[in-house]
């Protein structure tokens, strides 16, 4: 089975611009999160999709948005980029229901660099 | 709200030996699970080992065994027989029963020395 693929798997931006990052999830799982890893705030939940619904979403700013489309895939996006927004951003699918552990895999994240 | 405290930034063992790596969390549901996560230098992200906070027994895996100790809210990762490739950072993390939601600590940086 394919893993997790995120794409781009590096990207440069300038402040305020906008960016757009893909993750497909392993084949099956409707379950889809999203992270942002930076060395001084460390790993943090953005939000996650089940079944094309936000199921739960972290403390960002409304500038980070997100979707699921009906394949599972889904999408990032950040608008008005700033400095700080400069990142590790990591996806993570799981073949979580309603309930019950079910193993998180990640992907191998997009750098997001900001001029 | 749920939080995850790793107060060992760095910890280094010798190959072969044990190391413990140290978590603690805090929370005010009673069933959620609990994870250690490594992320070796090339960046994915994977699963060591998960604890059911419903479960009373530790939760093992070949070489690494946890100690879950769910009134103190501490749950601990033992490496045994370290090697080489173990070296990578470990995050421990928290979820709530029914969500996908992790919380992450900031993350304990291995050194394995030969």
């Known amino acids: 089975k394919a893993g997790v693929t995120q794409t781009p798997r590096y990207l440069i931006k300038t402040r305020g611009q906008q960016v757009t990052l893909s993750c497909s999830p392993i084949s099956g799982h409707r379950s889809v999160s999203w992270y942002q890893q930076t060395p001084g705030q460390g790993l943090q939940f953005l939000f996650e999709y089940f079944s094309e619904t936000q199921r739960n979403k972290g403390n960002f700013p409304g500038r980070f948005s997100g979707r699921q489309f009906s394949n599972s895939r889904s999408e990032m996006n950040v608008s008005t980029l700033e400095l700080g927004d400069s990142a590790l951003y990591l996806c993570?699918?799981?073949?979580?229901?309603?309930?019950?552990?079910?193993?998180?895999?990640f992907g191998p994240g997009t750098r997001l660099t900001v001029l | 709200a749920q939080t995850v405290t790793q107060s060992q930034p760095e910890m280094s063992v010798q190959e072969a030996e044990t190391v413990t790596l140290s978590c603690t969390y805090d929370t005010s549901e009673s069933d959620y699970y609990l994870f250690w996560y490594k992320q070796p230098p090339s960046r994915q992200m994977i699963l060591v080992i998960r604890?059911?906070?419903?479960?009373?027994q530790n939760a093992t895996e070949n070489r690494f065994s946890v100690n879950f100790q769910k009134a103190a809210k501490s749950f601990s990762l033992k490496i045994s027989d370290s090697q080489l490739g173990d070296a990578a950072m470990y995050f421990c993390?928290?979820?709530?029963?029914?969500?996908?939601?992790?919380?992450f600590g900031t993350g304990t940086r291995l050194q394995v020395f030969p």
């Open positions: 993570a699918s799981s073949s979580a229901g309603l309930a019950g552990v079910s193993e998180q895999f």
């Open positions: 993390a928290y979820r709530d029963y029914n969500t996908d939601k992790l919380i």
């Open positions: 604890q059911e906070a419903y479960k009373q």
